[in-house]
């Protein structure tokens, strides 16, 4: 056991020759404090990396800013100063790749990033999209407006919506033909009935 500790104080990072503090203290904290958080650090970097063959990096990534930081001063509560520092880490990485492919994190509210807001013209757009799509549904038969609520906006599949609404999948199927054909006719006027016509 105590070589299995003495590789991973190692692996971390934190033996710095010339530190401030006392290396051995700073070993000794890193044990006590840092390392039992492990299993967390990487349930939280493997929640918010998709990639995960960069997550054991990443830990020591987060490693090795924690002892550098840690050399200077010990931070009061470590758990905290692990998880902000983890969180700052990916927060870097995305930036410093410039672009984020949506699948390169999972939970982005986690990460506080900021994310570009659209601008009043499209957010006054996109309200009036709703209404129209929320009037047009309100005016779709009750058991219509029922199937494409389920499968089109809570996103079940034809046998579940059968079973919340007591009916065969076939029924489910004609529910939501007619209903998105309806739907499309309220919305788009000619233009939806033109393209169905050959």
Known sequence: MAESTD?????????????AMNTSDLETWFVREVLPLEAALMQFLQHNWRNQSDIADLRQDVYERVC???QEQLPDNAKAFVFRTARNLLV????????VPIEAVEDVDALSVAMEEPGPERAVIARDELRRLQSA?????PRAREAIVLGRIEGLQGNEIALRMGITEGVVSRHLASGISALADMLYGEDAQSRRKP
Do not use: M, S
Request: glycine share 6%; proline share 7%; net charge positive.
């Open 7 to 19: 590789i991973k104080r190692k692996d971390a990072g934190c033996i710095r020759p010339g530190a």
């Open 68 to 70: 550098l930081a840690a």
């Open 92 to 99: 870097d990485r995305i930036r410093r790749e410039h672009v």
């Open 137 to 141: 549904l309100d005016r779709l038969p």
